[in-house]
């Protein structure tokens, strides 16, 4: 089928950022009281937004989540983010495929706050695919693994959620696309994590960007 609409989640897919992000995260738990791992860190929040979790976090560091505390991982984690983030390989390539099959039925539908989204699709030289088309959980009446931010993208490009492919990496991302009755893809590159994105409801994996104009061509 030819998709109407193609939907990229934004953190693991399009930027490598999810490490930058959960280091920043676990060294202010380490600094509350909660001691993680790294694999602990990404296990527990990764594809997540941090507010979301904040009965989690106050009940394992016995403190409140503070409008400051936030602030100041914000801080912390955009100054990391702007020293360090590149592109996921081959994400370029995958967008300018996307764009192809679909012109402009593409978006950004991330679980994230919408400046770090515009901020480091502009860092990495994607923001020109995506202006005008960006939309974050955050806005909307509920969050990832809820369907509203795919719906809303859905919505806009003119496009029924049966039409759309989104692309994710996170259980909770696939579970998001999922639920907005789209096709999801699932860019694993590790195959450990296949499994549970499998049963997430990913319909494919794949392990590189670079295969998705391979995938979208075959389709």
């Known amino acids: 089928m030819k998709f109407e609409a193609i939907l990229f989640d934004c953190d693991g897919v399009l930027v490598d950022s999810e490490p930058i992000t959960n280091g920043v995260l676990r060294e202010l738990l380490a600094e509350s009281g909660w001691t993680l791992s790294p694999e602990e860190c990404m296990r527990v929040f990764v594809g997540k937004a941090v507010r979301d979790e904040r009965v989690l976090i106050e009940t394992n560091t016995g403190r409140p989540l503070t409008e400051a505390w936030m602030a100041e991982f914000y801080t912390r984690r955009n100054r990391e983010l702007q020293a360090r983030l590149v592109a996921i390989a081959g ?129």
């Open 91 to 219: 994400a370029h390539e995958a967008v300018a495929a996307a764009h192809a099959h679909a012109g402009q039925g593409i978006a950004c539908a991330s679980g994230a706050d919408r400046f770090k989204v515009e901020m480091q699709l502009a860092q990495v030289g994607l923001m020109p695919w995506f202006d005008g088309r960006i939309f974050s959980g955050q806005e909307m009446p509920r969050s990832k693994p809820a369907p509203d931010v795919y719906l809303a993208a859905a919505a806009q490009l003119g496009a029924a959620g049966a039409h759309c492919l989104v692309i994710e990496d996170t259980t909770t991302g696939v579970a998001a696309g999922v639920a907005a009755g789209a096709t999801v893809w699932a860019y694993c590159p590790t195959p450990g994590q296949g499994p549970a994105l499998r049963q997430a409801g990913a319909s494919r994996l794949f392990g590189h960007m670079a295969e998705v104009p391979a995938l979208l061509a075959a389709e």
